[in-house]
């Protein structure tokens, strides 16, 4: 069942055939394809050469339930929103990008689900930015892993009171990733809430622009 198959897909900053790299743009429940994107363009304003990719979830939401829910009651969606990802990341590979030269980028939803789609398909991406976002299943859940991230910058930033993420699950997936060969950042910012800061958006820039 392909539910977020077919839904649009935004685009923005160079073209995917001139770009030196792509960003690759998650939003969260209930969020848009065009608030994300207009993230991103903020992101690059001062990194020439990326390009944006920004898909829209079906109804609004990559999966129905809380992402620490088992992972059962979150299919057949969550299976159909990480073959969205894969998706973007093999169409920038055909374009002559690949996956280290790829970032992706989240807010809550959308956070969990780069994060997710890392862990699941570890290998050198140019960063993953989760900003208020955790891996999805419920705590302790056991993983097997097969391959590795290979020093990918892995960047969570989260409050210590996000009603949706909480800070145990923030760090249960930093130190999880860090197994998995990730170069991980985890930054929990005190009485913040639930949105994105400016010292978040300016380590996010940083890493686009390290992108070569």
């Not at 994107?37 to 129905?64: F, H, K, M, N």
């Not at 969205?84 to 992706?104: C, F, K, N």
């Not at 570890?122 to 208020?132: D, F, I, M, Q, T």
Request: aromatic content about 6%; proline content about 8%; hydrophobic content about 40%.
């Amino acid at each position: 069942m392909k539910i977020h198959e077919g839904e649009p897909v935004l685009s923005g900053g160079a073209p995917l055939r001139e770009a030196k790299g792509v960003l690759l743009l998650l939003h969260g429940r209930g969020g848009s394809a065009e608030d994300i994107l207009s993230l991103g363009r903020s992101l690059i304003e001062a990194v020439p050469g990326i390009a944006l990719r920004a898909p829209q979830a079906a109804d609004r939401t990559w999966y129905p339930q809380r992402f620490l829910a088992p992972l059962s009651q979150n299919e057949p969606f969550l299976t159909s929103a990480l073959a969205t990802v894969a998706g973007l990341i093999d169409q920038a590979s055909a374009a002559g990008i690949p996956p280290e030269r790829v970032a992706l980028l989240g807010f809550s939803q959308g956070a969990c689900l780069s994060l997710e789609f890392a862990a699941r398909h570890p290998r050198r991406y140019a960063a993953v930015v989760a900003l208020s976002g955790a891996l999805i299943g419920p705590p302790g859940l056991k993983r097997s892993p097969t391959g590795s991230l290979a020093g990918t910058p892995v960047y969570l930033g989260c409050s210590d009171r996000d009603f949706h993420i909480p800070e145990p699950s923030v760090r249960e997936s930093a130190t999880y990733l860090e197994q998995l060969g990730g170069q991980v950042r985890t930054d929990i910012f005190p009485g913040m809430g639930h949105t994105v800061n400016a010292e978040e958006m300016a380590i996010a820039q940083a890493l686009i622009r390290a992108i070569r």
